[in-house]
């Protein structure tokens, strides 16, 4: 009988689900101690223009390390968060530390903020951002702010009004995750994003021009482009992947060969210096071409 409820019921009389549900319970409160707390932190990881290798803005990332469990993956608490109803109130916290610290940076160094297609529901967005970079002092241009697919599953008018707003106030928007979801490209691309982020999926061990990856980011690139969008390359890890996204077009490269998410002081310190310094860089310069 149990099985006949369907595939999400049939556990339900195990004793390990009781044990999942409380746990789920416990990070709950947590999550709601870590807000009011302080326990949440914001790291920033660089973004690297493509072709002279210079930092031109870092994506702030949230993270939570638990008390009890260590650090805990924003996959699995930006969810629960959204569920919960904690989102707007974390994601507000983010967006303003991280416009807080930005303004600390050179002028020409901007800041990404990942926004959840939770935060669009309310009304109050663009108004909220307006006040944050006014608090902040940040010019709205060096404000980026990142989303998902998710954001217009439904072909919302309200979300289409609020993404406008956040162009009327002059900040950039960028199209996290490309290629990932389930929307249609021309519903998409109708969109007015100044970047799309090419998923680290496509990237992964790519490296030779010829592979399906390889075709993919380069039609992705060509979109991009004749749309005047730019184009973020994800989750570049090693020197191959690298040559081969910039040779594909890529205007933008994020990953860990360039630098993985770091604390603010490091963050302050690479941004006032202007490029990541990194061992083959200089190898490369000194190779004969
Ligand atoms: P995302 O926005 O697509 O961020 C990129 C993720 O890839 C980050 O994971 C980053 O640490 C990781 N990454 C960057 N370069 C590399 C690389 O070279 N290799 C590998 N393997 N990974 C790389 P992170 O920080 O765990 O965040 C995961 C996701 O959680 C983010 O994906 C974003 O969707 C969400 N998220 C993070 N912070 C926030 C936030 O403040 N608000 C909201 N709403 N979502 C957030
Ligand atoms: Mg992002
Ligand atoms: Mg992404
Ligand atoms: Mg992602």
């Not at 949440?40 to 031109?56: G, K």
């Not at 406008?164 to 960028?174: D, E, F, P, S, T």
């Not at 390359?233 to 060969?257: I, K, W």
């Not at 310190?269 to 202007?274: F, I, N, T, V, Y």
Request: hydrophobic share 45%; glycine share 6%; charged share 25%.
């Amino acid at each position: 009988a149990a099985k006949a409820a369907g595939k999400g019921c049939f556990r339900f009389f195990a004793p390990e689900m009781h044990e999942a549900a409380r746990e789920r319970q416990r990070m709950e409160s947590d999550l709601r101690v870590a807000l009011e707390k302080g326990q949440l932190r914001v790291v920033f990881q660089p973004c690297v223009d493509a072709s002279t290798e210079a930092v031109t803005g870092f994506e702030a990332l949230i993270r939570w390390d638990h008390p009890e469990h260590g650090p805990v993956s924003p996959a699995q608490f930006i969810p629960l968060a959204e569920e919960i109803g904690l989102i707007n109130e974390i994601g507000e916290w983010v967006l303003r530390t991280a416009c807080v610290e930005a303004a600390k940076w050179p002028h020409n160094i901007s800041v990404a903020v990942n926004l959840s297609p939770v935060q669009f529901k309310s009304h109050a967005l663009p108004s909220t951002v307006r006040a944050i970079l006014a608090e902040a002092d940040l010019d709205a241009t060096r404000l980026e702010l990142e989303i998902t697919e998710g954001v217009l599953l439904n072909n919302d008018q309200h979300v289409h009004d609020m993404i406008h707003a956040l162009k009327a106030i002059g900040v950039k928007l960028a199209l996290d995750d490309f290629g990932t979801g389930y929307s249609s490209l021309s519903y998409l691309l109708r969109v007015p994003f100044d970047k799309i982020k090419i998923d680290q999926s496509f990237v992964r061990g790519a490296s030779d021009p010829a592979s399906r990856n390889a075709v993919l980011i380069r039609a992705m690139v060509g979109l991009a482009s004749d749309l005047k969008m730019q184009t973020t390359a994800e989750g570049v890890e090693t020197q191959e992947e690298l040559m081969l996204v910039r040779s594909l077009g890529c205007s933008l490269v994020q990953g860990y060969f360039f630098g993985k998410p770091m604390p603010v002081e490091e963050a302050r310190e690479l941004a006032a210096k202007g490029a990541v310094e990194r061992p083959e860089a200089q190898y490369a310069a000194r190779e004969p071409r």
